[in-house]
């Protein structure tokens, strides 16, 4: 490998950039991602979204599984309790979720790198806000050491 | 292994000015199944869905991911598109990269940055898809309506006006519900009884209309276009097909003592009885707790009055279980009854009643013939007062949250009409706000205040008491901050308007979903206001919340052709995108089950092939009709049997995998 | 012979630990393993077993064999063995120490697992010769002597010093690198901690256990006796016997993908899991029965009838200790030991 | 405990007589007097069953197999049993109709590790009398104070009513005391209240010391799949080691949220690690959570009420309480 002086940063150096997934169920927080859009409300590039049908689909598992392959920071987007369109969707996530994220709190896990947030599809501007500021939190929290697989690190 | 195309768009600028959309395209070309991979200026123009189409057959392609903007927008277009090029239009994924990337990135570097990778986690996600076909289902081409009120016969009628039978529930004797109490209808002072018993009598002559009345729903099963209820007919222990409805039995039940439903228990009414004198069916029924046959064994006068022979009191009850493609839920609602409330005196003071009992005193055929006069001395009120929002907009246990919407504007009417009948009569109307949102609403209120004088104070009413034969109220005007105790002949309560009490355990039924106050939940609050979130299930009037005879009547259309449109498809295609449990790994511990909004899982005793040993294991299987795939019980399965076609676990972990890298 | 004191022996273990690393029984969260040796940590010499056997350091649990790693649809590989550090494996049991040759029986015949051999080249045993063994001790049945362990130096612990002697070469050498922390001692310490260990050795209540049933020719006997179906009735399934073992040498390879690049891996593996040896067709052990009698007739007759009379088992007793049902070798020896309706 | 025993034998006996039931699931003596086995008996091997101090054993689980064989299974059920029963049966796992379940008093169980743990070695027969256990070793006689050696279950004893049983070998009210429970969140809170990199090393600590036995899993009643996710190669997490710290958090966060809301705190898992680690510390941080989020549930009190996994109420708390609760960052 050639060295050259721009090379030679470390990139332990380099600015953090959190890696964040966010999974937004598609009736309610994926239209508001959508209207955030529209709206040209910015927020981080690394927020990427994956679309599941509802909160309710959202596995612990997939959200570990982020976690092991190096994202810094898990974000899932719901409908409002009371307005699923599943109608009970997001409830069954919201205990699952407050369970999964008090374990991962009892295990030492930083309790910043999981957030559960409803928006509805009306919510551009609070998709937009949420991912600013959870980007900022987990920014502040540093990169994910304590949850990932060392094999998947590059 | 697939063979992927994918397809960029610049969407004009609106992507291509912030993502450079040709090194997207590059930098999918090395992914796992990508044969081929480009941009275009306009992916959902013809030419790009020609492109599409081509590429697919040119390059033999089993599978299409577009770049573009939100599936939300066009990825019914694009499944189309490669359907029409043979390909399972399933075997498309959409990366958003307009509203969730282009839109909201500036920097170009970045935009493209992130662009790719969401196209590389739509290529992960679409070398896991499988082609999904959706499912086919009949579709019954009947409807039941649940409740006979003015929602349901106009659902029905309306329904019966498209060539399609309907079949009318009502658990009372008779249809016509609550409209046939009221007297006259704000704001245009119109008689309830001359609009509503045409179309009482307009449902019992259609042929394609069939009335249960004295019936209620037992059971329900099936799903949407397929299901079976069960109907129980209470006996009237009077043989509807032979009765004439002379009445004759009526005037010679000795039993006369039992107070009168239909008149808010403000007269007397007999053990055999037909409630009013348009009630459709025209048939009496005996109440058996008032009737001496049933009570004693002695009497039978009615049975040998009848000339008809129709009085049969081994009547039993009567299952019938029939098939519907479609269920309307049109169970309305009943005035609060004001026991809790002893502030009001109520439970003490005959001279207090609510609105509807009000209705009946006013009502020319009522218990007074129409002649206001007071319960406790049948004289002339000449001081009323009315107080609004009783168990509305309240904060305690005893209240209900919500505002009633209609009371503002019957109580308007009364004042009106007692003014307008008795000049001499001092109203008054204690209110914390008037709400008149409506056609012609609010030039009604202003007319009672303006031209009929009635007195409007904002204000509560904290305390009624009974002094010498005479109520004496004590309330506080808001406005003036004043302290006041008014005489009082007569005190109308506006009670709140509460769901039917049979709503929860119908819900409970139909699997269809309530809200805390108990009134049906709509699929959509604004875009599908008469649907229920269960497919086939609709909703029709106050049952889904507050109504005044008008939205009833527009709502109940409005359901009708919400069941026109189902009832006039002969097979229901079904989101493919539905759970599926593997036979092999469930365990049958019906958790999924318990989750399930649908009602979509059933347990079956089923004979299964575990490599090579046959075994009968009592498993889950999805009824792809009726669910809707959430996903639910994909995360409440342990052993991740149960799996979501299109969003499946892999299907996610690819994704994430991509995101991650 | 040397010896050294005991309250020097941080001295000993910092010699031991200069060059190379030094793995030694080590308490961490409560239960002992060998672990690498580093100041302050603590050593358990006293314990008699750690919970996994010596083995995972020739035979690792995990182990990765090579990285793919993908560039677009190109596929480089890598080797990805660490197998060439030199170290030292001190405080292994007479039991463990035996249990090299079993490995060594699979791994080092042909083909040669390269892996295992690396490991074994560069790795001294310095064995430990036991003083206070339990009652689930049987490693005399196979004809070890625990006072005198196998190993490239033996080392004999009382109550106030530790004895050295190199038995090896490689012994031999290493004794050359910490000469200087060691003092020259005669022999009559250790011979009366032998002479006394063996009187204990001889109230062992399974030092009687009979093999002499568990031949060739019984063979078809043992394998169709019907009583495997109630031993094994109620057994979990689970590879706790097996992970503890200092002889099972099952393993598996899997791939893992990384996003990146896959990483090629090995891992122990068990007879007693349902998807162990599982085919494309399913697996041809179908029942508990069918893989619990395959465990331990690969211990007692298969595996001696292949490697001249070696059993594999050494008799540490682990799986007597941990099996969570308390079903294990010394049953099976025990009931099958004597024919059926006997 | 040895009237209980001869009494045992005498109610099994009759009740394999009289055909209640044509098999029973009892406990086996084996090499040692503490390495009960657990053990199918038929009448003419009824002669083996025993009872004692070291039937800890939580045999419900087996019940899911015989359940499904021919005739009907006798199944001696010791009050925390019955717990893990009831769940058995409530998700359809044990078919309540093939077992006879016979309700045994129990007055806590004793753990062989722990009396190791004393530095008691050699054990050659172990005494339990009532207060004080006598141990005989090859290097002499010993005592212990029972309490010191009792399982970790036992100290935190649900009580000695059965839940669920055909026939009670003794009335609950006339069995023999449980040991005094103690509060069975002490440690969990003790855990809560450090700090979250002390959290962190604790578990590092312990799970980096997991070897993936499985020992937990498949002795654990809850744990009932017929393929497990991490046996699954479809599943996308099987492994068969934990090639990675991940994994070894991933394997225990999941098997436990797996059991959340169903495992009933029977102890199992921690009783069959054999390194030891506290993993019904993992469940009983989901119980705690539960008890305080959702009100109290008691997973196996009966057989019908819904888990908490599968229940909700509109007004729950949001996943956010948990930036409120617990210790800090």
Redesign the interface.
């Known amino acids: 490998m050639q060295v050259n002086e721009t090379n030679t940063v470390n990139t332990e150096e380099k600015e953090f950039t959190p890696l964040i997934v966010a999974f937004c169920c598609n009736w309610c927080s994926y239209a508001g991602a959508d209207l955030a859009g529209s709206s040209r409300l910015s927020y981080p590039a690394n927020v990427k979204i994956i679309r599941v049908p509802c909160s309710c689909r959202v596995n612990p598992l997939f959200i570990l599984r982020a976690f092991q392959r190096g994202a810094d920071g898990v974000i899932l987007c719901g409908c409002h309790p009371g307005d699923c369109h599943y109608s009970t969707g997001n409830y069954y996530a919201r205990r699952r979720m407050t369970l999964l994220f008090s374990m991962l709190d009892y295990l030492g896990i930083e309790k910043g790198r999981t957030r559960v947030e409803w928006v509805s599809a009306a919510e551009g501007a609070k998709f937009s806000a949420t991912m600013n500021d959870f980007a900022a939190t987990i920014h502040k929290l540093g990169p994910n050491r304590k949850l990932r697989d060392l094999r998947c690190e590059k | 292994m697939q063979k992927i195309g994918v397809f960029v768009c610049w969407c004009g600028s609106n992507i291509a000015a912030t993502v450079d959309v040709a090194a997207v395209a590059e930098a999918v070309?090395?992914?796992?199944g990508v044969v081929f991979a480009t941009d275009y200026q306009y992916m959902c123009s013809e030419g790009g869905q020609s492109l599409i189409k081509e590429t697919i057959k040119e390059q033999g392609l089993t599978g299409v991911v577009i770049c573009s903007c939100?599936?939300?927008?066009h990825e019914a277009t694009f499944r189309k598109t490669v359907e029409a090029a043979g390909i399972n239009p399933y075997m498309l994924e959409i990366a958003?990269i307009?509203?969730?990337?282009s839109?909201?990135?500036?920097?170009k570097e970045?935009?493209t940055?992130?662009a790719i990778?969401?196209a590389k986690?739509a290529v992960a996600k679409l070398n896991l898809n499988t082609p999904l076909i959706a499912g086919e289902s009949r579709v019954v081409k009947r409807a039941l309506v649940i409740g006979g009120g003015i929602a349901g016969i106009q659902t029905a009628l309306d329904i019966a006006e498209a060539g399609y039978e309907v079949d009318i529930v009502e658990k009372q004797p008779t249809i016509g519900g609550k409209m046939t109490q009221i007297d006259k209808t704000f704001p245009t002072l119109d008689c309830a009884a001359c609009i509503l018993t045409p179309k009482m009598v307009d449902a019992a002559q259609s042929e394609k209309i069939n009335i249960y009345s004295y019936s209620e729903v037992e059971k329900v099963s099936g799903f949407v276009g397929n299901f079976s209820v069960t109907i129980k007919k209470k006996p009237r222990y009077v043989n509807s097909d032979l009765c004439t409805g002379c009445g004759a039995c009526m005037e010679k039940c000795p039993s006369k003592k039992t107070p009168n439903e239909f008149n808010m228990g403000l007269d007397n009414r007999t053990a055999i009885y037909i409630p009013f004198a348009q009630a459709i069916p025209k048939v009496p029924v005996i109440d058996t707790a008032a009737c001496l046959h049933f009570k004693t064994g002695k009497c039978g006068i009615c049975q040998k009055t009848c000339s008809a022979n129709a009085i049969d009191f081994d009547q039993k009850e009567e299952l019938i279980t029939k098939e519907y493609g479609a269920i309307v839920v049109a169970t309305g609602f009943n005035p609060l009854k004001p026991t809790k409330f002893d502030e009001y005196q109520y439970n003490q003071c005959a001279d207090v009643v609510t609105s509807l009992e009000f209705e009946r005193l006013m009502n020319a055929a009522g218990p007074t013939k129409g002649v206001l006069l007071r319960p406790s001395d049948q004289s002339h009120p000449k001081k009323i007062v009315f107080v609004q929002c009783v168990g509305s907009r309240g904060q305690s246990c005893r209240d209900h949250s919500y505002c009633s919407k209609i009371c503002c504007m019957y109580t308007a009417k009364h004042a009106m009409l007692v003014r307008d009948k008795y000049p001499d009569t001092d109203v008054t109307v204690f209110y914390i706000d008037v709400r008149t949102p409506g056609k012609n609403f609010d030039e009604f209120y202003r007319r009672a205040v303006e031209e009929y004088g009635v007195h409007y104070i904002k204000g509560m009413v904290g305390k009624v008491e009974q002094v010498d034969g005479s109520l004496k109220v004590q309330a506080s005007d808001l406005l003036s901050n004043d302290q006041m105790v008014l005489d009082a002949d007569m005190v109308v309560l506006a009670t709140a308007v509460e769901p039917d009490p049979t709503a929860k355990s119908l819900a409970t039924m139909l699997t269809a979903?309530i809200?805390?106050n108990n009134f049906f939940?709509e699929a959509?609050?604004k875009l599908r206001p008469v649907e229920s979130?269960t497919a086939g299930v609709y909703l029709s009037g106050v049952c889904q919340g507050p109504k005044d005879i008008p939205e009833t009547v527009a709502q109940g259309s409005a359901c009708a052709a919400k069941v026109i449109g189902l009832l006039a498809k002969d097979k229901l295609l079904s989101n493919p995108?539905v759970a599926h449990s593997d036979e092999?790994?469930?365990?049958?511990?019906?958790?999924c089950a318990?989750?399930c909004?649908y009602g979509a899982i059933d347990?079956v005793d089923k004979e299964v092939n575990d490599?090579?040993?046959r075994e009968v294991r009592?498993i889950a299987v999805v009824n792809e009709a009726v669910c809707?795939?959430?996903?639910?019980c994909?995360?409440?399965c342990?052993?991740?049997a149960m799996d979501?076609k299109g969003?499946a676990?892999?299907q996610?972990?690819a994704?994430?995998?991509?995101?991650?890298? | 012979m040397f010896k050294i004191a005991l309250d020097k022996i941080d001295e000993l273990f910092a010699a031991l630990s200069g060059n190379e690393t030094l793995y030694l029984p080590i308490e961490k969260s409560g239960e002992i393993e060998f672990y690498p040796y580093e100041k302050d940590a603590k050593v358990r010499l006293d314990a008699l077993h750690t919970v996994k056997s010596a083995k995972d350091l020739f035979f690792p649990q995990t182990e990765n064999l090579m990285n793919m790693k993908l560039d677009g649809k190109n596929i480089q590989i890598e080797e990805g063995r660490h197998v060439e550090d030199p170290f030292v494996l001190f405080g292994v049991r007479a039991c463990d120490a035996r249990s090299f040759d079993v490995l060594d029986k699979v791994f080092l015949a042909d083909p040669v697992d390269s892996y295992y051999a690396a490991r074994r080249e560069h790795g001294v045993i310095v064995s430990m010769a036991c003083s206070r063994p339990e009652e689930t001790c049987f490693c005399n049945v196979f004809g070890i002597d625990a006072t005198m362990p196998e190993g490239d130096v033996v080392v004999w612990l009382d109550t106030d010093h530790l004895y050295w002697e190199a038995k090896t070469e490689k012994g031999e050498a290493l004794t050359k690198t910490v000469e200087s922390v060691l003092t020259d001692s005669d022999s009559k310490a250790v011979e009366a901690q032998i002479a006394a260990t063996k009187e204990i050795m001889d109230k062992l209540p399974l030092k009687d256990l009979d093999l002499t049933r568990f031949t060739e020719d019984e063979m078809m006997n043992i394998f169709n006796d019907s009583r495997w179906a109630e031993m094994s009735e109620h057994c979990l399934g689970c590879g706790t016997c097996t992970f503890v073992c200092p002889t099972c040498q099952c393993y598996d390879i899997r791939d893992y993908d990384t996003g990146h690049g896959v990483v090629r891996y090995r891992c122990w593996d068990s007879c007693m899991y349902r998807d162990f040896t599982r085919m494309a067709h399913g697996n041809p052990r179908k029942s508990q029965l069918e893989r619990f009698r395959q465990r331990f007739m690969h211990k007692l007759v298969y595996f001696p009838e292949n490697n001249d009379g070696m059993f594999s088992c050494v008799g540490c007793g682990r799986c007597l200790s941990k099996c969570p049902i308390h079903t294990n070798i010394a049953k099976v020896i025990k009931t099958m030991g004597v024919k059926e309706h006997e | 405990m040895r009237e209980i025993n001869e009494m045992l034998k005498k109610k099994v006996s009759e009740l394999l007589e009289n055909g209640t039931a044509d098999r029973i699931i009892g406990w086996q003596a084996g090499e040692f007097c503490y390495d009960v086995t657990p053990a199918v008996m038929r009448k003419d091997n009824l002669d083996e069953l025993f009872y004692n101090g070291f039937c800890g054993a939580n045999q419900s689980k087996y019940l899911i197999q015989e359940s499904l064989e021919e005739g009907k299974v006798l199944a001696l059920l010791k009050p925390c049993d019955t717990y893990s029963f009831n769940q058995l049966v409530k998700e359809h796992r044990v078919n309540r109709e093939k077992v006879y379940a016979l309700g045994i008093p129990c007055s806590g169980m004793l753990d062989v590790d722990k009396i190791k743990a004393l530095g008691i070695t050699g054990i050659l027969s172990i005494e339990d009398n009532g207060e004080e256990i006598k141990v005989a070793t090859m290097y002499g006689d010993k005592t212990c104070k029972r309490t010191e050696v009792l399982q970790e279950r036992c100290k935190v004893c649900k009580g000695k009513e059965h839940k669920a049983y055909d026939e009670l070998l003794i009335p609950d009210e006339d069995a023999p005391e449980v040991p005094n429970g103690e509060d069975r969140f002490e440690l969990v809170n003790k855990l809560e209240a450090m700090t979250s990199q002390e959290r962190f090393d604790f578990w590092r600590g312990e799970l980096s010391k997991c070897i993936r036995c499985n020992a937990c899993r498949n002795v654990c009643p809850a744990c009932s799949c017929r393929t497990c996710v991490f046996d699954n190669d479809n599943s996308g997490v099987a492994a068969k080691s934990n090639a990675d710290d991940f994994e070894e958090n991933m394997f225990h966060i999941i098997r436990a949220f797996h059991v959340a809301g169903r495992c009933t705190d029977c102890g199992e898992c921690s009783r069959v690690c054999p390194q030891h680690i506290p993993l019904h510390l993992l469940n009983r941080k989901f119980i705690k959570d539960i008890d305080e989020f959702y009100g109290e549930f008691q997973a196996g009190e009966d057989d019908t009420a819904k888990g908490p996994l599968t229940a909700y109420t509109e007004g729950d708390c949001e996943p956010s309480i948990v930036m409120e609760k617990g210790g800090e960052a």
């Open positions: 070309k090395g992914e796992p939100s599936p939300r927008m958003n307009r509203e969730q990337c839109w909201i990135h500036k920097n970045e935009g940055e992130k990778i969401l986690a979903s809200d805390t939940t959509h609050p979130p995108c092999l790994l469930c365990n049958g511990c019906s958790t318990n989750v909004a347990y490599h090579g040993k009592h809707q795939g959430c996903g639910a994909t995360v409440t342990p052993s991740g979501l969003f676990n892999r996610i972990m994704e994430v995998d991509a995101i991650c890298k």
